[in-house]
């Protein structure tokens, strides 16, 4: 690895000088990301406010201005000291300009001394150039260029400007880097840019490092803006201790205005060789990406399958290939009809572990198949659905349940002030499991609601039903299931009134703040009915933060509707500035049960529990303290462990995108996380979850940014995940070093986390090419990715 390492950088590097920019916004090809410059490397580049003419620019009147003139008829003209020609947004300055009309009619014009030209386009300066009025061409000697309002410069024998369009360099250079900057520029006998294709091609290019040259290549595209085009993409290049090396090489394909597609070979050292494929479209339907990745012989799991280093649940198939599918499909077939598709498979357990994707996490216990096709009105809201579960761990094969087909019927309508809603729902749940259960569900939940609403209170009231049947296929081998009822019905009628009121004022401490008290209290009554005999296909209990306080149920999906007679009652109190900025909220509140909540379920806690009275209470808050600093947490207490049950805070300070720091902590207490753990098994965790983690990108001088994190285990007093990365970038290049570790699985035998350690590079050349932002990539390098306290509408100053 010692030997092969120089090599691949040398290789990043070299190959580097290819990237295309063919970046757009996944639902909508045509968007293009913006250029990530900073301000100071613009400093001394020629700046152009003027835009493009109306008409043909080479239709427009030329006009000369001079301090002095002299003709020498019939065929020339001589104009001297401070010469300014213009031509729409063209200007050209000399010390003298030589007008001469030859008998066919051609005119050309000749300047001498400090010839500068510039347009919206470019800015030239030399010592002799020549124009021809005729078919417009513009040639500068011993010219100095700069593109106008971007990094671009360079030097050239000759320079010619044609059609407006194309600039031709003889013997020249060209480099992105500011003035008085030489870390790196490209020479070429013959330098073309395409001002309408943004592309740059060189002949014989020679690309230098101070001046150093370091690779030599016949021809060269290279481009200069945001615009699509096909073409090698930013090499990438990284290292982790299981994989070894890893480099990949984009290549992209702008097939059509509509249309284009991404070929990555990857060389994983300790795997093999990587095809990963991606193609987009954008039609008058929708939008959509298809991927496929494949890699043919994974040296690397093939001696992890044989050496059994893994435990029996690490589903390691009898395949040496490996691949993934991913299809993701929204389509708007025309006011009504719609159709969409969610679908990501791997070939095996591993494979995100090992391999790593865009399109899953690691964090997730299975992968989705969805397919859906729907329809909508005024009134009608309906979904036909088809989905499909691949589990990541063989202890869930064959013990999820997945809706093959669900249809989903919502039906809307009004009378007066009176609002009705009708759900129907029909499901059919499988599950690969030969002795489990499989069960039709029908289910009908009518609700009329009368609401009255102000600017400072609202009441709501609501009444139905939900009427649900059961036609379960029990197989007879199954004993433990025997209990199941084969054909059930169940009827539920439900009511409940909600109110909530808004009191506000003024804070005279603080001129121009206003707050408001908002008490609100829902009382819901729903009988108890005996579900013991129906199975569980899609329920589970869901957390009680503050507004889970007034859910209806504590369950989701349909299988467990608890008996409810409580009272949810709550406080929240908001702080405005004087623009309407919520800067400030704290909210407060409990359930109250005046009867035990229970299903029937005897393997639910909740069943278990015979508690009535205040059992929960939770607390939210929000705090802005400036433009850079928010503050959020959660508390959640349960009565029936006497302890916090869950607890969340988070702290952002937050000048930047490159300038941020974050602390976090989160609480699970093991009672708790048992009693949401509907399943057979019993649950792994054997204390209480008890994390804190700090993240951090913070510039160190104007050139390096250091970026890290830390998830430390306090219960299990060890590193769940940490990275630290050092960021140099200046108006030239760019380098990027990440180094980390994440625990990726358990020894029984030592009981102690096993860590993969990961290290990556990454090379760029500032100017070439519109990435993505850096900083926020590197943020993203750990197993518990970054994700922002500031609203999602706040954004960054």
């Known amino acids: 690895m010692k030997k092969l390492t120089p090599s691949f950088i040398a290789i990043t590097v070299c190959l580097s000088i290819y990237s295309t920019n063919n970046y757009a916004d996944e639902n909508k090809i045509l968007k293009q990301f913006e250029t990530q410059t900073n301000p100071r490397c613009l400093t001394n580049v020629p700046k152009s406010n003027l835009s493009d003419p109306q008409d043909n620019i080479n239709d427009l009147p030329i006009n000369v201005m001079s301090d002095s003139f002299k003709a020498e008829l019939p065929n020339k003209a001589i104009y001297n000291g401070n010469v300014v020609v213009t031509q729409g947004n063209r200007q050209i300055n000399s010390d003298q300009l030589t007008l001469i009309q030859s008998q066919n009619q051609n005119r050309e014009i000749i300047l001498n001394g400090n010839v500068s030209y510039q347009d919206n386009m470019i800015e030239m300066h030399g010592d002799k150039a020549s124009m021809n009025l005729v078919n417009k061409e513009i040639q500068i000697d011993k010219s100095q260029y700069n593109l106008v309002n971007r990094l671009g410069r360079g030097s050239a024998e000759s320079v010619q400007f044609t059609n407006n369009r194309y600039l031709i360099i003889n013997e020249g250079s060209f480099t992105s880097c500011p003035v008085d900057n030489k870390s790196w520029n490209i020479e070429g006998s013959k330098i073309v840019h395409d001002n309408d294709e943004q592309l740059l091609e060189v002949w014989n290019a020679v690309f230098r490092i101070a001046n150093v040259p370091v690779l030599y290549t016949p021809y060269l595209q290279l481009p200069t803006g945001n615009k699509r085009r096909s073409g090698l993409l930013m090499p990438d290049f990284s290292y982790n201790s299981i994989g070894g090396i890893d480099f990949s090489l984009p290549f992209y394909w702008n097939i059509a205005p509509n249309y284009d597609a991404t070929f990555t070979p990857r060389i994983i050292q300790k795997r093999g060789i990587q095809l990963q494929t991606e ?33 029996n649940d690490s589903g390691y198939s009898d395949n040496s290939y490996r691949w993934l599918f991913h299809w993701k499909n929204e389509e708007q077939i025309n006011d009504n009809w719609r159709l969409a598709v ?145 054909n059930t019905n169940r009827f539920l009628p439900k009511f409940s009134i909600d109110g909530k009121i808004i009191f506000e004022r003024n804070i005279n401490s603080f001129a121009g703040y206003t707050q408001t008290i908002e008490p609100r209290v829902k009382y819901l009554y729903i009988p108890y009915r005996n579900q013991s005999r129906i199975d569980n296909y899609d329920s589970s209990l869901l957390q009680s933060d503050y507004i ?44 109250y049960y005046f009867t035990r909540s229970k299903t029937g379920d005897n393997s639910s806690l909740l069943d278990q529990d015979k508690d009535t ?179 999602e509408n706040y954004g960054t100053k």
């Open 342 to 486: 969610n679908t990501t498979r791997v070939s095996d357990n591993q494979y995100i572990t090992d391999l790593g994707s865009k399109y899953a996490s690691e964090t997730d216990g299975y992968l989705t198949q969805d397919y859906t096709i729907g329809y909508a009105d005024e009134k009608w809201d309906v979904d036909l659905n088809y989905k499909y579960f691949q589990p990541l761990y063989d202890s869930l094969k064959h013990k999820l349940y997945r809706p093959e087909p669900q249809l989903n019927i919502n039906y809307y309508d009004s009378v007066g002030d009176f609002n009705f809603k009708t759900f129907t729902q029909v499901s059919h749940f499988v599950t690969s499991g030969k002795e489990n259960p499989k069960t039709w569900r029908f289910h009908f939940e009518p609700v009329v609601n009368y609401n009255i609403i102000s600017s400072w209170a609202s009441l709501s009231t609501e009444a139905g039903f939900l009427a649900t049947r059961y036609n379960q296929d029990v197989p007879k081998s199954n004993q433990s299931k025997a209990y199941l009822k084969e």
């Open 613 to 791: 009275g205040t059992l929960t209470w939770a607390m939210d808050n929000f705090w802005r303290i400036n433009d850079d600093m928010i503050f959020r947490s959660g508390v959640q207490y349960d009565t029936r462990i006497n302890k916090v049950s869950l607890a969340n805070a988070i702290y952002e300070y937050r000048i930047s995108e490159n300038k941020m720091t974050q602390l976090s902590y989160r609480y699970a207490n093991k009672k708790y996380i048992d009693s949401i753990d509907t399943g057979t098994d019993k649950n792994p965790y054997k204390q209480n979850i008890s994390q804190f983690g700090v993240m951090s990108s913070w510039p160190l001088t104007d050139s390096i940014s250091a970026v890290g994190s830390l998830f430390y285990d306090i219960d299990n007093n060890q590193i769940a995940d940490d990275f630290i990365g050092l960021r140099y970038e200046d108006c030239c290049w760019g380098v990027s070093l990440q180094y980390g570790r994440k625990i990726v699985d358990w020894n029984s035998d030592s009981k102690s986390s096993k860590y993969e350690n990961k290290f990556s590079i990454n090379f760029e050349l500032r100017g070439l090419n519109q990435n993505r932002n850096t900083i926020a990539k590197m943020l993203d390098f750990g197993l518990l990715p970054y994700n922002t306290a500031f609203d």
């Open 279 to 311: 193609a987009r479209y954008l039609n008058a339907l929708g939008y959509g990406t298809l991927a496929f990745d494949w890699l043919q012989h994974d040296k690397q799991y093939s001696n992890d399958r044989n050496q059994k280093h893994h435990s």
């Open 548 to 591: 889970g306080l007034f859910r209806e149920q504590p369950f989701s999906g349909l299988d467990r509707i608890a008996s409810a007679n409580k009272l949810a009652s709550g406080i929240t109190t908001r702080v405005y500035d004087d623009n309407q900025v919520e800067r400030f909220n704290l909210s407060f509140g409990q359930v």
